[in-house]
T-cell receptor
Framework: AQKITQTQPGMFVQEKEAVTLDCTYD???????LFWYKQPSSGEMIFLIY??????QNATEGRYSLNFQKARKSANLVISASQLGDSAMYFC??????????????FGQGTILTVHP | EAGVTQFPSHSVIEKGQTVTLRCDPI?????LYWYRRVMGKEIKFLLH????????ESGMPNNRFLAERTGGTYSTLKVQPAELEDSGVYFC????????????FGSGTRLTVV
């Protein structure tokens, strides 16, 4: 069974500094996708970044990058130059790759990030 | 394009009552998913529609939960009768068939059973 582990219940970072949110996963599939979502206090789930298991380059989206280490089964999110608006809950998730009708996401427990001024 | 819309945004009902949650996916997205986050726990998958067919309903907790997607457009999730442990935030997400990285979530419905 698939499993996502986020070991940091809470993280603190100073504004303008970088922060890494940890995520490890467990799967027997060769084809899978890894996602990070941000959930601010307003409740919506905002897509941040995606990494496919066969992607050779680490994914980047603006200030977000994904440190993908396949052998270690880790997919850490790096946020550079933190902003106060980055304070939120962050979820790591994994998707099974099943043909064209892609299946469910399995989520980690989440990490609450607090950015201090 | 319009995003995934869920309503109501909040619902407070008494134990034993019935509640129906609605999700309108992004137009053209054949995949529709329901998830739930119970307080303090991780987000859990409930079920997955492809158009109007249930592709995977392995996450549905029990037969008090009924999901439908008539005509392959919007979906409803009915809880009847509601129990205290059903309280949580119910998320809907949609994605296009064949697009591997596209899962767009709605803002969720916060259900409180008292």
């Amino acid at each position: 069974a698939q499993k996502i582990t986020q070991t940091q219940p809470g993280m603190f970072v100073q504004e303008k500094e970088a922060v890494t949110l940890d995520c490890t996963y467990d799967t027997s599939d060769q084809s899978y996708g890894l996602f990070w979502y941000k959930q601010p206090s307003s409740g919506e789930m905002i897509f941040l970044i995606y990494q496919g298991s066969y992607d050779e380059q680490n994914a980047t989206e603006g200030r977000y990058s994904l440190n993908f280490q396949k052998a270690r089964k880790s997919a850490n999110l790096v946020i550079s130059a933190s902003q106060l608006g980055d304070s939120a809950m962050y979820f790591c998730a994994m998707r099974e790759g099943v043909g064209t009708s892609y299946g469910k996401l399995t989520f980690g427990q989440g990490t609450i990030l607090t950015v201090h001024p | 394009e319009a995003g995934v819309t869920q309503f109501p945004s909040h619902s407070v009902i008494e134990k034993g009552q019935t509640v129906t949650l609605r999700c309108d996916p992004i137009s053209g997205h054949d995949n529709l998913y329901w998830y739930r986050r119970v307080m303090g726990k991780e987000i859990k998958f409930l079920l997955h529609f492809v158009k109007e067919s249930k592709q995977d309903e392995s996450g549905m907790p029990n037969n008090r939960f009924l999901a439908e997607r008539t005509g392959g457009t919007y979906s409803t999730l009915k809880v009847q009768p509601a129990e205290l442990e059903d309280s949580g935030v119910y998320f809907c997400a949609s994605s296009q068939v064949g697009v591997r990285r596209s899962y767009t979530f709605g803002s969720g419905t916060r259900l409180t059973v008292v």
